[in-house]
């Protein structure tokens, strides 16, 4: 509701700015100065002939002197008498960052009384503000560049399955089952699936969702679209972020790097050269997804997702920091959606029997010979138990 509220003030202000700047450029040239009007005035630059007046940014201080209408030396007062409706003075105190009243408390709005961030000048930059800086990096490079990537990653997925297909098992199924993932281990992982299927769609959809949905559905749709996505994201990030957790806790221990997993990973896996390079309990390329894709990806989005929900206790929210956040966030997004793309494929179209294993929390012992050979030599030694959690599955005949 409070959103709603600045979101409706930020409009009425933008009108305000807006109608402000209309007057200025579609009122008659300034009259010449008289005793009562006051200080000399330039006259605002006329387009010669048509006497329109050249829109200009009131923020800008022009470097040649010649050109500065002195707008900068007016006070309100004096423009009132001179330019009616044409209130610039105030409005570049505004873009200086000049902080107004707000009845807001400083610790929930710091930056409540600041109506917009304030311009600064880079040397050898533009005029700028932060704002308008994020809004590029968020236009011309987030948005293309990562949609570029999601593209390219599901076309090149895409291929694979169309010239690899299925990686089958070469041998028959024995029959002997082992129990790969427990209950819990399961419904861990698949909580945390859903949280981030949702996740994954609502922010696709919110970040490139205009581009392709918005022509096809019109804006009264898309609109009520994106306000149910949003929505589902803001709540299904907690979910995600706990079950994130409980997952990287649940799995650490297997995925401590090994011997043989440089050798896996050199080897791509040696999934396309018929033998596959032997694993224990999760090979190179899981852990590879395990400590870049979990770990350190799924930390940094909840991270900055947090952030944007405000759900960090102490944080000051200004500006800049949601601005970073986003950009933390979507790059991030974007980088992890790419990799769960991979083991989403992996572990359903790309592998016989692998989401057998994560569905029923069993597989058979071929799968465990041919993908995980001493994870299996483990369980044959007596060093793991192939039924770990207390009960079998019914139907599941656990036997080595
Ligand atoms: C949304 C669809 C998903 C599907 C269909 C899926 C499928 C699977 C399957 C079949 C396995 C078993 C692989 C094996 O037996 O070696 C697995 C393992 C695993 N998945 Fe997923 N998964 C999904 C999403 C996720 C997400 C979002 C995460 C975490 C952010 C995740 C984390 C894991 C982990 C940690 C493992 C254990 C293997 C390892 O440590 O690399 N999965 N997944």
């Not at 009132?80 to 044409?86: E, H």
């Not at 399961?186 to 922010?203: D, E, K, P, Q, V």
């Not at 991030?332 to 083991?343: A, C, D, R």
């Not at 294993?357 to 071929?366: A, L, R, S």
Request: without cysteine; positive net charge; glycine residues 12%.
């Amino acid at each position: 509701m409070k959103n709603a509220f600045s979101i409706a003030s930020a409009l009425a202000l933008t009108l305000v700015l807006f109608s402000g700047n209309l007057g200025a450029q579609t009122a008659p040239a300034p009259a010449p100065e008289t005793a009562a009007a006051g200080p000399a005035v330039q006259a605002a630059p006329a387009d010669a002939g048509t006497g329109a007046i050249k829109s200009q940014n009131i923020f800008e201080v022009k470097p040649d002197a010649s050109q500065e209408p002195g707008y900068a030396t007016q006070t309100n007062g004096e423009r009132v008498r001179v330019q009616p409706g044409n209130n610039a003075p105030m409005w570049r105190q505004v873009g200086s960052g000049v902080a107004g009243y707000s009845s807001l408390p400083k610790s929930e709005a710091p930056e409540a009384g600041v109506l917009i961030q304030p311009y600064v000048q880079y040397p050898g930059s533009r005029l700028t503000n932060a704002g308008e800086a994020w809004r590029q990096t968020r236009n011309q490079w987030i948005i293309p560049y990562g949609g570029a990537l999601v593209l390219i990653v599901l076309g090149a997925i895409g291929i694979f399955y169309w010239r690899v297909g299925t990686i089958k098992l070469h041998e028959k199924p024995t029959g002997r089952k082992l129990e790969r993932f427990t209950p819990f281990e399961r419904s861990a992982h698949w909580a945390n699936a859903i949280a981030f299927s949702i996740l994954a769609i609502s922010g696709l959809v919110m970040a490139f969702g205009k581009f392709f949905l918005l022509p096809l559905m019109g804006t009264t749709l898309f609109g009520w679209l994106t306000y149910v996505l949003k929505n589902a994201h803001n709540f299904a990030g907690p979910v995600f972020a706990v079950s994130l957790l409980i997952v990287i806790i649940t799995f650490v221990r297997d995925n401590l790097p090994a011997k043989g997993d440089l050798d896996w990973l050199l080897k791509g896996g040696g999934m396309l050269g018929g033998e596959e390079v032997k694993s224990g309990r999760f090979n190179g390329g899981e852990k590879v997804v395990f400590w870049g894709g979990v770990f350190l990806l799924g930390l940094i989005v909840v991270g900055s997702g947090l952030v944007m929900d405000k759900l960090i206790p102490g944080l000051g929210y200004e500006r800049s920091t949601m601005q970073l956040a986003h950009m933390v966030h979507s790059v991030s997004n974007i980088l992890m959606v790419v990799m769960f793309m991979g083991h989403i494929y992996l572990g359903t179209l790309g592998t016989e029997g692998a989401y057998q294993g994560m569905k029923t929390g069993y597989v058979d012992e071929t799968w465990a010979k041919e993908h995980h050979a001493l994870w299996l030599e483990d369980i044959k030694s007596g060093k793991i138990p192939a039924q770990r959690s207390p009960t079998p599955v019914p139907g599941q005949t656990v036997q080595v």
